[in-house]
Antibody, heavy 122, light 111 residues
Framework: QVQLQESGPGLVKPSQTLSLTCTVS??????????WTWIRQHPGKGLEWIAY???????YYNPSLNSRLTISVDTSKNQFSLNLGSLTAADTAVYFC??????????????WGQGTLVTVSS | QSVLTQPPSVSGAPGQRVTMSCTGS?????????VQWYQQLPGTAPKLLIY???NRPSGVPDRFSGSKSGTSASLAITGLQDEDEAAYYC???????????FGGGTKLTVL
């Protein structure tokens, strides 16, 4: 059974870069059948899709975050990572990683990691 | 402002049936893209509840059902139970944004 686990700093200063890693266990990140994605949830709010990556390194970013984002994959470690730059308080959120089934047009997210709270504050 | 619109809250008594809506547009649900539903219990990660508009993953009770028509989708829960109290989110693909979008979520209260 595939499990995902986010890791990274809980507190980051404004203007700095956030780096998060998602470790996949119980399955290979190099599967042809799946994409891998990051999603965030602002406190008390809804969900916002951030970006996805395929094990080959192919990526797609949310256009509203594109200029500040980099997502990468390390197949040797069965991990994928998120870098989000020029942080502001508006980036304070719980960040989830998830596995993506099916094509982008019919994609579903399952399973999800437990999420990690990132607070942007000086 | 979410691309998909959901009512902020719905409520029902144990045993009752409740429905919640997810309204989109011609660039997402109305374009024929699939709708998924997720259940988020307090303090936990979302869990896939319905995919491909009407399909339940294994382990999801058949009390949960999804439907889609035009630019909207709906989630129905029958035989409401206390443990169904959670937030429910719809999700689809949007061709204008070229990415995945969510609804703002509906908080279900079991009275």
């Amino acid at each position: 059974q595939v499990q995902l686990q986010e890791s990274g700093p809980g507190l980051v200063k404004p203007s700095q870069t956030l780096s998060l890693t998602c470790t996949v266990s119980g399955g290979s990140i190099s599967s042809d059948n799946y994409y891998w994605t990051w999603i965030r949830q602002h406190p008390g709010k809804g969900l916002e899709w951030i970006a996805y990556i395929y094990y080959t390194g192919r990526t797609y970013y949310n256009p509203s975050l594109n200029s500040r984002l980099t997502i990468s994959v390390d197949t040797s470690k069965n991990q994928f990572s998120l870098n989000l730059g020029s942080l502001t308080a508006a980036d304070t959120a719980v960040y989830f990683c998830a596995r993506v089934h099916d094509s982008p047009y019919s994609a579903r997210f399952d399973p999800w990691g437990q999420g990690t709270l990132v607070t942007v504050s000086s | 402002q979410s691309v998909l619109t959901q009512p902020p809250s719905v409520s029902g008594a144990p045993g009752q049936r409740v429905t919640m809506s997810c309204t989109g547009s011609s660039s997402n649900i109305g374009a024929g893209y699939d709708v998924q539903w997720y259940q988020q219990l307090p303090g936990t990660a979302p869990k896939l509840l319905i995919y491909g508009n009407t399909n339940r993953p294994s382990g999801v009770p058949d009390r949960f059902s999804g439907s889609k028509s035009g630019t909207s989708a709906s989630l129905a829960i029958t035989g409401l139970q206390d443990e169904d109290e959670a937030a429910y989110y719809c999700q689809s693909y949007d061709s204008s944004l070229s990415g995945w979008v969510f609804g703002g979520g509906t908080k279900l209260t079991v009275l």
